[in-house]
Nanobody, 115 residues
Framework: QVQVVESGGGSAQPGGSLRLSCLYHGPMFTFRSMGWFRQAPGKEYQLVARVSTSGDAEYEDGVKGRFTVSRDNTKNAVYLQMDNLRPEDTAVYFC?????????WGQGTQVSVSS
């Protein structure tokens, strides 16, 4: 069974940066498009960025120009570089297959942005 483990979250001030990592444990990583989702308190999961098997990236409008998603197929890893953070980016961030998440959700990593 595939397991994903997210890390790298924390607290940041508005305008700050964080880099999230996701390690994918299991088969088939190189054949799957992966994405970063976030869930704010009381809200549904939101797909914010995804990267195809070949590395092509797509972003939700609110993070375009601020977030950069990438993957390393040699390490079964997905990354999310988050720059110019805003308070509305505060959420728990998860990685999963994208656009449809069909893996078991990991524990996620908390990102908190405030002054």
């Amino acid at each position: 069974q595939v397991q994903v483990v997210e890390s790298g979250g924390g607290s940041a001030q508005p305008g700050g940066s964080l880099r999230l990592s996701c390690l994918y444990h299991g088969p088939m990583f190189t054949f799957r498009s992966m994405g970063w989702f976030r869930q704010a308190p009381g809200k549904e999961y939101q797909l914010v960025a995804r990267v195809s098997t070949s590395g092509d990236a797509e972003y939700e409008d609110g993070v375009k120009g601020r977030f950069t998603v990438s993957r390393d197929n040699t390490k079964n890893a997905v990354y999310l570089q988050m720059d110019n953070l805003r308070p509305e980016d505060t959420a728990v961030y998860f990685c999963n297959t994208a656009p449809t998440p069909f893996l078991a959700w990991g524990q996620g990593t908390q990102v908190s942005v405030s002054s």
